[in-house]
């Protein structure tokens, strides 16, 4: 259901795992190595939802990770979402 409304496989696995896990904090690659897609995509989708403010970045020594912004203005919408779909397919 969920890839009806959000079209980017990507953008569906990146906002997937931020409401299952939403104080999880990563770098690119490693969200590349969960999702199991290429990091210039994961970072290319980062960029486009950080820019609307789904996600925020952070610096930790020199890496930077980043993390979904739970005061995001339709995060728990987005997140029950997920989550309703989600338990439907196990």
Excluded: C
């Amino acid at each position: 259901m969920l890839q009806y409304f959000i079209t980017s496989k990507t953008r569906r696995k990146i906002i997937t795992m931020y409401s299952k896990y939403p104080d999880y904090r990563v770098h690119i690659r490693g969200l590349a190595k969960i999702t199991k897609e290429d990091p210039g995509n994961i970072s290319r989708e980062l960029v486009r939802l950080e820019k609307i403010g789904y996600v925020k970045s952070y610096k930790e020594a020199n890496t930077k990770v980043y993390g979904v912004n739970q005061n995001f203005i339709i995060f728990k919408e987005l997140q029950n979402m997920v989550l309703k779909t989600s338990h439907k397919r196990k």
